[in-house]
């Protein structure tokens, strides 16, 4: 299992589902976020209205900031070729 450090936030590569990233440099909104969607993962969570436990469903997502879009830009690359590399130690 590897994990990385994206500004702060540890993620586990093969929790990822998807690394996506805005096409458009000084457009709003926040074009200097890389998004990260998690796989989806499922819980109980105890309702104390019903007093019972629940099956929750989470789809996690992170939002990385970066200074400017060209920087966004090059830290999804690289993000990528990390995760492609850590998907084919997997295999």
Known sequence: ??????????????????????????????????????????EYIYNPNTEDWELETFNDILLVNYPNGQTADDNYWEMMQIWEDAMEEME
């Open 1 to 42: 299992m590897k994990i990385i450090n994206l500004n702060g936030n540890a993620v586990v590569l093969a929790d990822i589902k998807s690394i996506s990233i805005s096409g458009y440099f000084n457009v709003e909104p926040q074009t200097n976020q890389v998004k990260i969607e998690l796989k989806t993962r499922r």
